[in-house]
C-alpha cells in the first residue's frame, strides 16, 4: 500500500515537475506556436453610411446578409442529396438541376449555394435543418427603393467600394473604419475574454442627406414613365430644382434600373442623362440670347422685328421657323418661339458680347453638382464661330448642353440674375450625429441685372398664355413662366426631322420668391405632334401641378380669374 | 497547528482564486453574449428601418391604395382654405396672453 502511495507520489511530482518545466522553462518555440495557434486578429467589418432623403427617408443602407454554403461531401454523406437540393432550389428560387451540380462535388469540402441571401429567408433554411448546409454573415448594400433615384444615389460594387452617384463622389465619407480585435481562442475555438488585447470598434461611415424629395422624385418618375410610354419615346428626363438655393428636389432619368439589380443594367440604363446627356437645345436656348440682348440694352420687350413670313435667307442660307410669323415684338418672339426673330435679336449684339453671356450663363463647362459624370456640355470658342454661328446659336443650334445646364441658366434668369451652384447634398453626419457638411447656396456669377431678371419673369410668364407655345404646361392657379424647346437630333451628319429632343423648361410661381423650376426632356418622341409645347408641356404640367400642392406653395393666381384683357405686363417695370 | 492553518489558507486562496477565476470568465462569457445581442439588435434596426422606409414609400402606399380600391386626389383649390397672418395673429395674441398669465399665477 505504502509502495503505491509512494509510487502515485512520484508520478505526481514528476507531472507537477514537468508542469514548472513547461510553464518557467526555456520553451519559447513551444509557446509560440501555442501563441499562434491560440491567437487570432478579427477584421470587424465597417457599416457603410446611409443615405437618406431631405426628410430622412433612407435610400441606401448596410443590410446583414447570408451566404447559403454547402459542403458537399457531408451533404453526399447524409445519404438525401436530392431532397436537399430540392429544398434549397425551392426556398432560394434556383433551378434545382445548378442546385444538385454544386452539391454533387464529394470532393469539395465548400460550395456557394447563393450569396447574400435575406435573413429571413436564411432562417427558414436554417429550421429545416438540412445536413451539411450552413451560412456565414456578410453585410451587403441594400437600396430599399428599387429603381427611385437610381442615378443620383448610384451603387456601391460587390467590395463596397461606390462606382455610380452618391456612393461613387462620397464614398469616402460613407465607407467606415473597419474595427479590428486581437484575442486568443480556446481548444474548442471559443474566444478567451481575459486574453482579448486590442479591441478596436468599428467605425460606420457618415451618413449623406441629400435634397431630393423621395416622395416628390416618385412622383417626377410616374410622369416620366407615362410620357414615354404615351410617345414611345427612347427616354425622358426631368429636374425639379428651387430657384434660390439651387437645390435640387427631385433629379429622374428613364429608362433607369433596380439598385438591387444594378448588374444586369446596361450603360444607357446607367446613364444619368440629366447630366450626362448633352443635345441641341433648340428653341429654349432662346431665353439665354434675348435675355443677353435685353440686358445690352439692344433691344425692349416692345421692339418690332420682321419674322419675314417664316423664311429668311441669312448669308445665302435658310432660317425657318415653325409657324410663319410677320413682324412680332421682342416680347412676342419669346411667346412665338420664332427662330427668325431670335436670330434677328442675337445678331444686334456682337460676338463677344454673346459669347461672355453664355458663359456666364454656364454653358460649356459643368455646374459643379455633386455628381460623378457630369458633362459640360460644348460652347466653342469664338474663335471657331462661322458667319452662320450668331444666327444658328441664337435659336439653340451649334452648342451642346445638359438638362441641369439649362435649368441652371433659367434659375439665373429667375433668381434676379443671380447664378447659383446646384447642388444634391443637404448635409452630411458622422456616426456621431456630428454634421461634417452643410450645403449653403453658392453664388457663382450674375449673368444679368435684376431690372432685366423682373423683365424676363414676365416675358416667359406669356409663354404659357393663349396663343404662346406652352399653353399645355399652364397650371391653373399659377402664372408659369417657361419656354419650349424642339430639336432635331444630328444623325450622320444632317438633322433628322423624324428624331427631336422635346423640352420644356419653366418656374411657378413666376413671382415667388421661393419658385421652383423644373426641367423636362422627352428623346425622340413618336406621333404627329413632337413639339416641345405637345410633349414635353403636359409632363412639366403634371409635375408642377402635384409639386406645388406637396410643397406647399400657394396659387398666385385666383382660379376665377381670366387673363383676357389684362395689360401687358412688362409696360408696369 | 501552524502547518495546518497555512495549508487551510493556502486552499483558501487557491479556492479564491479559482472562483474569481470562474466569475472573471462567466462575465466574459455573458460580455460575449451581450456583445453577440447588441450586434443582432443593431442588425434588426437597421432592418427595420430598411422595411418602414419601404412601407411608407409612395409607391407602397399606392400599391396598398389600388389594392384596397382607395382613390385619392389633390384636394383642389376650392377645397383649401389658406390662413394669412393677420387672420391668425389677433387669436393667437389673445392665446398667448393667456398662456402668459397662466404662467405668472403659477409661479406665484
Given amino acids: 500500500m505504502d509502495l503505491v502511495a509512494g509510487l502515485l507520489l512520484i508520478a505526481l511530482m514528476a507531472l507537477a515537475a514537468r508542469i514548472v518545466q513547461l510553464h518557467v522553462g526555456p520553451n519559447d518555440s513551444l509557446r509560440r506556436r501555442i501563441d499562434q495557434t491560440r491567437r487570432y486578429e478579427d477584421r470587424l467589418p465597417e457599416p457603410r453610411g446611409r443615405i437618406l432623403d431631405r426628410h430622412g427617408n433612407i435610400l441606401a443602407i448596410d443590410l446583414a446578409m447570408r451566404n447559403v454554403i454547402a459542403d458537399p461531401s457531408e451533404v453526399l454523406a447524409s445519404g438525401n442529396p436530392r431532397f436537399i437540393g430540392l429544398q434549397l432550389a425551392r426556398v432560394l428560387q434556383l433551378d434545382p438541376a445548378m442546385v444538385m451540380a454544386r452539391l454533387n462535388r464529394p470532393n469539395r469540402r465548400f460550395e456557394y449555394i447563393q450569396q447574400r441571401v435575406p435573413d429571413e429567408t436564411a432562417d427558414l433554411i436554417r429550421r429545416m435543418q438540412l445536413r451539411g448546409v450552413s451560412f456565414d454573415e456578410v453585410s451587403a448594400r441594400h437600396y430599399p427603393q428599387g429603381p427611385l433615384a437610381c442615378h443620383v444615389i448610384g451603387f456601391a460594387n460587390l467590395e463596397n467600394v461606390g462606382s455610380a452617384g452618391i456612393e461613387q463622389r462620397f464614398h469616402t465619407y460613407l465607407r467606415g473604419q473597419p474595427g479590428l480585435r486581437v484575442s486568443e481562442k480556446d481548444g474548442r475555438r471559443r474566444e478567451i475574454f481575459d486574453r482579448r488585447v486590442l479591441d478596436i470598434p468599428p467605425q460606420r461611415g457618415a451618413d449623406i442627406y441629400l435634397t431630393i424629395d423621395q416622395n416628390l422624385q416618385y412622383m417626377v418618375e410616374k410622369a416620366l414613365e407615362s410620357a414615354i410610354a404615351e410617345h414611345q419615346a427612347k427616354g425622358a428626363w426631368a429636374v425639379v430644382q428651387r430657384v434660390r438655393t439651387g437645390e435640387i428636389l427631385a433629379m429622374a432619368s428613364l429608362p433607369g434600373f433596380d439598385l438591387n439589380e444594378y448588374r444586369s443594367a446596361d450603360d444607357l440604363q446607367k446613364l444619368n442623362r440629366a447630366i450626362g446627356y448633352v443635345y441641341e437645345p433648340g428653341s429654349t436656348f432662346k431665353v439665354a440670347t434675348i435675355a443677353a440682348a435685353l440686358n445690352e440694352h439692344r433691344v425692349t420687350p416692345d421692339q418690332v422685328f420682321d419674322c419675314e413670313n417664316g423664311c429668311w435667307f441669312f448669308k445665302g442660307r435658310p432660317l425657318r421657323d415653325y409657324h410663319p410669323n410677320g413682324l412680332l415684338s421682342v416680347a412676342d418672339v419669346l411667346k412665338k418661339s420664332s427662330n427668325i426673330g431670335a436670330a434677328k435679336i442675337t445678331l444686334t449684339m456682337e460676338e463677344k458680347t454673346v459669347e461672355r453671356y453664355l458663359r456666364a450663363f454656364g454653358y460649356g463647362a459643368p455646374t459643379g453638382v455633386e455628381l460623378p459624370g457630369e458633362e459640360g456640355g460644348i460652347l466653342a470658342d469664338r474663335s471657331q464661330w462661322t458667319s452662320l454661328s450668331l444666327s444658328r446659336i441664337a435659336m439653340g443650334h451649334e452648342v451642346g448642353v445638359t438638362a441641369l445646364q439649362m435649368l441652371n441658366m433659367l434659375c439665373a434668369v429667375a433668381n434676379d440674375g443671380m447664378r447659383v451652384r446646384p447642388t444634391i447634398i443637404r448635409r452630411l453626419v458622422d456616426a456621431e450625429g456630428h454634421t461634417l457638411m452643410e450645403s449653403k447656396p453658392e453664388f457663382v456669377a450674375q449673368p444679368i441685372r435684376s431690372e432685366t431678371s423682373a423683365l424676363m419673369r414676365k416675358l416667359l410668364a406669356r409663354v404659357t398664355e393663349e396663343g404662346g407655345t406652352g399653353t399645355r404646361a399652364a397650371v391653373e392657379g399659377y402664372t408659369v413662366a417657361g419656354k419650349t424647346g424642339t430639336a432635331e437630333k444630328a444623325i450622320n451628319g444632317s438633322y433628322s426631322s423624324r428624331a427631336n429632343v422635346s423640352s420644356f423648361m419653366g418656374f411657378l410661381p413666376a413671382e415667388d420668391p421661393d419658385r421652383i423650376a423644373i426641367m423636362v426632356v422627352v428623346d425622340e418622341p413618336q406621333g404627329a405632334f413632337r413639339t416641345g409645347g405637345v410633349v414635353a408641356g403636359p409632363v412639366f404640367r403634371e409635375i408642377a401641378r402635384q409639386a406645388v400642392r406637396y410643397l406647399d406653395i400657394p396659387p398666385d393666381v385666383p382660379v376665377e380669374a381670366g387673363v383676357e384683357n389684362k395689360p401687358e405686363p412688362w409696360r408696369s417695370l | ?108
Avoid at chain 2, 75 to 91: A, D, F, N, V
Wanted: with cysteine.
Fill in chain 2, 1 to 108: 497547528m501552524s502547518l495546518a492553518l497555512i495549508l487551510v489558507l493556502v486552499t483558501g486562496l487557491a479556492f479564491g482564486y479559482l472562483w474569481l477565476r470562474d466569475q472573471c470568465d462567466t462575465t466574459g462569457r455573458r460580455l460575449q453574449e451581450l456583445e453577440s445581442r447588441r450586434g443582432d439588435l443593431q442588425r434588426q434596426i437597421l432592418r427595420e428601418e430598411s422595411k418602414w422606409s419601404n412601407l411608407k414609400s409612395a409607391k407602397n402606399l399606392e400599391q396598398l391604395m389600388a389594392q384596397f380600391h382607395l382613390a385619392m386626389v389633390w384636394p383642389g383649390e376650392q377645397y383649401t382654405k389658406r390662413l394669412s397672418r393677420p387672420e391668425l395673429e389677433p387669436e393667437a395674441a389673445a392665446e398667448m396672453q393667456y398662456a402668459q398669465r397662466e404662467l405668472a399665477t403659477r409661479h406665484d
